[in-house]
């Protein structure tokens, strides 16, 4: 079976139980790349429990408001979801959730992304994991899961796509609920995502930055786009010329 991977098919799926309908079939796509998703097979094979938090794991894990984790995809998102079953129970009571999210639910979510970065990590916070992949498995700040602060803003986020918005979807008239309650922040005349209420490590700790740039320092040098100057720790010394 192909991955379900778009919000369209996400909540097909999720609600699909609820249209009194037996079958539903979605036609996606343009000329040969076309495809159809036989939503009513899927719901059956994946089940009532899973079917019900689709959306919220579908917003967790990325979609097309919330952020996704660098470089895990959906696959090895569900695969981790199989060999971690205690993330269902919590995605059920995240679906319910009308106030702040609880630190018992943060907890279970938080192993979640411990193991989705590194499945025999026996850490149980984010902050503890991340400091264990770089000082003890030489991971890059790219290859390490958030910090707990920036990952709850993360949880915020999905909650309010999955649980605001997308569980009120076959709603005639939908409950409002504040985006600066839930990990959203108004910037001019949009919503941008807060990605953490604590100071970035771009500003607290410049010295663990490093560019692997052997020439001149492009556009895409890790320096140049945090705004800072090379260092000895470098690739090129600290003795390029940004261009």
């Known amino acids: 079976m192909r991955t379900v991977d778009t919000d369209v098919d996400v909540l097909a799926i999720a609600f699909f139980a609820q249209l ?33 938090v689709l959306p919220v794991f579908h917003a967790l894990t990325g979609c097309d408001t919330t952020s996704a984790f660098y470089k895990k995809g959906k696959k090895t998102a569900w ?31 938080e192993r979640f992304v411990i193991l989705l970065y590194d499945r025999t990590s026996e850490c149980l916070s984010l902050d503890q994991a ?18 707990s602060n920036a990952f709850l803003q993360h949880i915020r986020q999905a909650v309010y796509q999955a649980v605001h918005c997308w569980s009120h979807s076959l709603e005639v008239q939908m409950p409002v609920f504040d ?18 209420t604590i100071p970035q490590v771009s500003q607290m ?24 100057p090379c260092t000895s720790l470098c690739q090129c010394d600290s003795e390029c010329d940004k261009t």
Request: with cysteine.
């Open 20 to 52: 009194s309908v037996s079958q539903l079939w979605i036609h996606f796509g343009v000329g040969r790349s076309t495809r159809c998703t036989a939503v009513h097979e899927v719901s059956n094979c994946l089940g009532p429990v899973k079917c019900s």
């Open 79 to 109: 695969l981790t979801w199989k060999a971690y079953p205690d993330l269902t129970e919590a995605m059920h009571n995240l679906s319910q959730v009308t106030a702040d999210v609880s630190a018992q639910i943060v907890s279970v979510l």
């Open 130 to 147: 991340r400091k264990h992949m770089f000082t003890k498995k030489a991971k890059t700040l790219e290859n390490i899961p958030p910090t």
């Open 179 to 196: 985006p600066s309650e839930w990990g959203w922040c108004k910037g001019g005349d949009a919503w941008l995502p807060q990605w953490t």
């Open 205 to 228: 700790c410049q010295e663990l930055l490093c560019c692997s740039c052997k020439k001149a320092c492009t556009s895409r040098c890790k320096c140049v786009k945090a705004s800072l």
